[in-house]
């Protein structure tokens, strides 16, 4: 069971990138799970981005993201993805992709409730 995120670099702000998360292992049931992405700026916490249902249909944001950020997924593929247009050196984080132990998407839930999680992958914006 694993999620691998790919698609972070460098970019100047104003820029776009496009996260993608792939989830593998048979065990895994991708697509009964709401995903998120939660990010780690250097020397803070991990920071909640957005939430996606299992169907992906409801989707919550972040304020500090919202109309900048959208998140997506491919249940027939088990990806997850995450379009950031309109970065800021704010978003330099690291980005994690993860599993939330629900179906249902949210914008309260603790991190403590995401049940796996990916390596990360690094977003740094440039002033």
């Known amino acids: 069971v694993q999620l691998v995120e790919s698609g972070g670099g460098l970019v100047q702000a104003g820029g776009s990138l496009s996260l993608t998360c792939a989830a593998s292992?048979?065990?895994?049931?991708?697509?009964?799970?709401?995903m998120a992405w939660v990010r780690q700026a250097p020397g803070k916490g991990r920071e909640w981005v957005s939430d996606?249902?299992?169907?992906?249909?409801?989707?919550y944001y972040a304020d500090s993201v919202k109309g900048r950020f959208t998140i997506s997924r491919n249940n027939a593929k088990n990806t997850l993805n995450l379009q950031m247009n309109g970065l800021k050196p704010e978003d330099t984080a690291v980005y994690y992709c993860?599993?939330?132990?629900?179906?249902?998407?949210?914008?309260?839930?603790?991190?403590?409730?995401?049940?796996?999680w990916g390596q990360g992958t690094q977003v740094t914006v440039s002033s």
């Open positions: 292992g048979s065990a895994f049931s991708f697509t009964r799970y709401a």
């Open positions: 993860a599993r939330a132990n629900t179906p249902y998407a949210s914008d309260w839930r603790s991190l403590d409730d995401y049940d796996f």
């Open positions: 996606i249902n299992s169907g992906g249909v409801t989707t």
